[in-house]
């Protein structure tokens, strides 16, 4: 077993034996910016897209469970695509000055600790992925590589000429279908240290939480029109961390996502790399030696930065075999348990129907708009109906990364238990549930919210007023035995990719929500009777009602 094993058991059971450092204390003042910072670099506007018609979310979430009628579907991204993509994913669309339990609440008055919305979930909202762009010929601007600048909504060049046959290499011959018949990639970097000032030797986890809710944001705004994107996590990862002139123990690519271009017949694809049959013609052979990189360095905001030891082995032991693409089906082994052939005896529990999955006509704009964290707000006054409980868990039970080691999507890896406390027509009682069936399992029966409160570690969820709480699992170890330790990062992405598939279906259907890490994983997996298995619960989701009237502040109009 490699070292991923290891950490893996540490960030399960961290509620009971704290993961070094224990006496790590957060240096708010001298934290890192929420992004990088390239004062040198050239910056161009990206096009206003608020014109840009909404399109139903519904389809996108759960395919057939309503929301409207699809939109004839692009033939691919142009730029203003591209552009409101960015800007409703990771944009800042807002500013946090609602009334809220969070720890942060007194010091969003002041500009400096202010809190921007974005449509895409971040743990503890420090937001450590930084996207860049590889654009090539086909593409409406000077072939180079560019950083998106979320605060100014723009594209930051740092180094002109086209890398997109780079990026290609690194992805490897044996890419799934389409990553390389493109010449325009988005790649997804992540700073370490943006995430472990505050949370040390847990980072990784969490980054890799927060790789897989923008991966989803994007595959749900793309297929809302009619366009797929897949994220690839295997390829060459120290050519591309090269390529953006980044220490890799330090700053590290976690994904590419190709992007099929609109007109792409316009562009070329190198020689080394072009699949046979592809709609680009081959581009002149560049020289092998030339190993183009940015010079453009991020600065820091911090004065003092720590290193975490756990942070550095676990990218070591995922940077191993970071080019040996599992094979077609290595994730069968992984896949989520399912208990359908049980029946409603003592062994199979007795089984509780759902409605049928169904969402409105909500945009997905909308959606990722009004996408926040309820925060202690949850009000067991009004119940969760049970068709939004069904519909949520439907959305949740259907996400699928879908990237180069699953591109049909045809293994579920996270497996969905729900902890019912005021749901209309379901008994309190903790749950499996059963996505083919579209029915929960009875696990344990009774009043769950002394439970659900007590294993959690903050103050800011009322997690007893909340209609119910998700919990995803994922057979962590298992994903690591079948496709290595760089399976970690699919893992916890996946789960992250739930938890934005959670948030999104709960907008969509005018619920409050909450996701949070900060719970005693253990004490999960034994209520659940998970303890004998490989199951791991990563996350809780608490899903309900806000109270009404919320004190807020409209910023817009200030």
């Not at 070094?20 to 003042?29: F, R």
């Not at 004062?39 to 057939?64: K, M, N, Q, S, W």
């Not at 011959?173 to 018949?181: E, M, R, S, V």
């Not at 659900?452 to 699992?473: D, H, K, R």
Request: aromatic share 8%.
């Amino acid at each position: 077993m490699g070292y991923a094993h290891e950490y893996a058991h540490a960030v399960l059971h961290r509620g009971r034996v704290p993961m070094e450092p224990t006496d790590h204390v957060v240096n708010w003042a001298d934290g890192p910016r929420r992004g990088k910072y390239y004062p040198g670099a050239e910056a161009f506007a990206l096009p206003e897209t608020e014109d840009l018609p909404d399109v139903p979310i519904g389809p996108a979430l759960l395919p057939g469970a309503g929301g409207g009628p699809a939109p004839e579907p692009p033939t691919g991204f142009g730029l203003p695509l591209l552009s409101a993509m960015l800007k409703d994913s990771y944009g800042l669309t807002g500013r946090r000055l609602g009334i809220q339990a969070n720890t942060d609440l007194a010091g969003l008055p002041y500009y400096h600790h202010a809190n921007w919305s974005r449509g895409t979930a971040g743990g503890g909202g420090l937001y450590p992925v930084s996207v860049h762009w590889a654009s090539g010929p086909s593409g409406p601007l000077t072939p180079g590589l560019h950083y998106y600048d979320v605060q100014r909504h723009a594209l930051q060049r740092l180094l002109t000429g086209d890398v997109t046959g780079r990026v290609r290499e690194a992805l490897g011959p044996d890419a799934p279908d389409g990553a390389l018949d493109t010449d325009q990639y988005l790649v997804l970097g992540v700073k370490y240290w943006q995430n472990s000032f505050k949370y040390n030797s847990f980072c990784f986890h969490v980054v890799c939480t927060d790789l897989g809710t923008l991966a989803q944001t994007w595959r749900i705004w793309a297929a809302a029109r009619g366009l797929r994107l897949a994220p690839a996590l295997w390829f060459d990862e120290p050519a591309l961390n090269g390529l953006l002139g980044v220490p890799g123990e330090e700053e590290a690519v976690f994904a590419v996502v190709p992007l099929r271009w609109d007109g792409a017949g316009a562009g070329r694809v190198g020689p080394e790399t072009a699949r046979p049959g592809s709609a680009l013609p081959e581009a002149p052979r560049t020289d092998p030696d030339h190993r183009p990189a940015v010079r453009h360095r991020d600065v820091e905001r911090s004065r003092t930065l720590l290193d975490f030891p756990q942070v550095r082995a676990m990218h070591r032991a995922t940077l191993e075999g970071a080019t040996a693409r599992p094979a077609p089906g290595a994730l069968a082994a992984a896949a989520a348990l399912t208990d359908t052939a049980l029946t409603d005896t003592a062994d199979g529990g007795v089984r509780t129907p759902l409605p049928a999955p169904a969402f409105p006509g909500t945009g997905v704009r909308r959606a990722l708009r009004e996408r926040r964290s309820s925060f202690g707000r949850f009000d067991a006054r009004r119940e969760v109906s049970a068709g939004h409980l069904s519909s949520v868990l439907a959305a949740c039970a259907g996400t699928r990364l879908a990237g180069d080691t699953d591109p049909s999507g045809e293994h579920r890896l996270a497996r969905l238990y729900v902890f019912v406390n005021h749901v209309t027509g379901i008994g309190q009682g903790a749950y499996a549930y059963d996505p083919d069936r579209g029915d929960l399992r009875a696990v344990v029966t009774g009043p769950q919210g002394p439970f659900l409160q007590e294993n959690y570690f903050l103050a800011n969820y009322n997690l007893e007023q909340a209609g119910a709480v998700l919990v995803p699992t994922v057979r962590t170890t298992a994903v690591l035995d079948a496709v290595g330790d760089r399976g970690y990062r699919l893992a916890v992405a996946t789960a992250g990719a739930v938890a934005q598939s959670f948030y999104l279906a709960a907008s969509a259907l005018g619920l409050g929500a909450g996701v949070a890490l900060g719970f005693d994983n253990v004490s999960y997996a034994e209520r659940l009777g998970l303890t004998d298995g490989d199951e791991a619960p990563l996350l809780i989701m608490a899903l309900g009602h806000e109270r009404p009237g919320p004190a807020d502040f409209r910023h817009e109009i200030a």
